[in-house]
């Protein structure tokens, strides 16, 4: 099975050209070793929250912002192998230590669930996605596959290129901040990673609106499988699709 590497951090604003200078090196590095995707994303609609958010989780700074990453690997096992070689590569040497207080990252290993292209063209280079962090009880995975499988028209309508659903498969909990600390994750849900793929984020404005007026996704007629209050999300600006 398919397996995401999904990692939030905090990146001072100012460094921005760092990161992505550190995130291409990174991407040769790894698609080397097996990674399928690596994509970077900018956070430029992460919205504050007072018990759940992006920024809370990573303990933001005002002159910080969130980004989100992911890496798609065939399977679970050339992940694991891949990132022991990553770390001792010499060319990462070149532009370590990255950019980001790595102590605030939050990192999870998950199963791709679904993957859904929306419309035509949903393969073509991401510029945009809206962010989903949330725990759904594990009992539930199924009705949670069928929530997002009705949902998937719905952002069709709404201009989306593809929909990305990631069940936690190896997302640990930490001391500081986790992925499970930041959805506050009980011991019977399991965490999951999902996200929406937009052309732009013209789209993503006027499709969000037209999203959560869709008679199709509201509570009676598709009805969420987990605690929406738990849930955070956020909209990236794409720096990097590799």
């Excluded at 291409?24 to 995707?37: F, I, S, T, Y």
């Excluded at 994303?41 to 759940?52: C, H, I, K, L, R």
């Excluded at 035509?120 to 009992?139: E, H, K, M, N, S």
């Excluded at 399991?190 to 509201?218: C, H, K, N, Y």
Aim: a negative charge; one cysteine or more; charged letters at 25%.
């Amino acid at each position: 099975m398919a397996s995401i590497t999904g990692v939030v951090a905090p990146v001072k604003t100012a460094d921005k050209h760092a990161f992505l200078r550190h995130s291409r090196v990174a991407a040769e590095v790894l698609r080397e070793h097996g990674a399928l995707q690596i994509v970077e994303n900018w956070g430029d609609d992460v919205p504050d929250g007072e018990a759940t958010s992006f920024p809370f989780a990573v303990d933001r700074q005002s002159e910080e912002t969130v980004i989100l990453s992911w890496v798609l690997w065939p399977d679970r096992q050339t992940a694991a192998t891949a990132m022991q070689i990553f770390m001792d590569d010499k060319r990462m040497e070149a532009v370590n230590p990255p950019p980001f207080d790595g102590r605030r990252a939050i990192v999870g290993e998950f199963d791709l669930l679904l993957d859904m292209p929306c419309k035509a063209g949903g393969d073509r280079p991401i510029r945009y996605v809206d962010a989903f962090l949330a725990a759904v009880p594990t009992v539930n995975r199924a009705a949670y596959v069928e929530h997002a499988t009705l949902s998937a028209p719905v952002f069709h309508d709404a201009g989306a290129l593809r929909l990305v659903e990631c069940w936690g498969a190896d997302v640990p909990d930490g001391e500081l901040s986790s992925m499970p600390m930041a959805v506050k994750k009980t011991a019977e849900e399991t965490v999951v990673l999902s996200w929406v793929v937009w052309p732009d984020r013209a789209t993503r404005e006027t499709g969000m609106t037209q999203v959560f007026d869709d008679p199709r996704i509201q509570p009676d007629a598709n009805p969420m499988p987990f605690d929406g209050k738990r849930l955070i999300y956020g909209g990236f600006e794409t720096l990097l699709h590799a």
